[in-house]
């Protein structure tokens, strides 16, 4: 089992960044990738953005390219997601997620585990 821990999200202005982290324990070594993927209200749970614990290849959805950021510490077994520029569209709550390629977890149901989500919510 893998356990996610997300935490930095909270209420900000249109424009503003925000950095959201998620701390893995357990059996890290059975994932090989982490990413996340937010919810909106009324809305499906959607692909943000995914990276190998490797680092040698990244994914990004179209609506958050160029402005956010996902970094990875393996030494602290911690994902992080800076998000710059954000706008109203990007309030949501937001998931750490934990799987075995980024072909696979780009898709909720190939998520192999969960963190237990944290609100972003962006003010106009």
């Known amino acids: 089992q893998v356990q996610l821990v997300e935490s930095g999200g909270g209420l900000v202005q249109a424009g503003d960044s925000l950095t959201l982290s998620c701390a893995a324990s357990?059996?890290?070594?059975?994932?090989?990738?982490m990413g996340w993927f937010r919810q909106a209200p009324g809305k499906g749970r959607e692909f943000v953005t995914a990276?190998?614990?490797?680092?040698?290849?990244?994914d990004y959805a179209d609506s958050v390219e160029g402005r956010f950021t996902i970094s990875r510490d393996n030494a602290k077994n911690t994902v992080s997601l800076k998000m710059n520029s954000l706008k109203p569209d990007d309030t949501a709550v937001y998931f750490c997620?934990?799987?075995?390629?980024?072909?696979?977890?780009?898709?909720?149901?190939?998520?192999?585990?969960w963190g237990q989500g944290t609100q972003v919510t962006v003010s106009s």
């Open positions: 997620a934990a799987g075995r390629s980024l072909a696979t977890i780009r898709r909720p149901s190939g998520v192999q585990y």
């Open positions: 357990g059996r890290t070594s059975s994932v090989y990738t």
């Open positions: 990276t190998y614990w490797s680092g040698s290849r990244t």
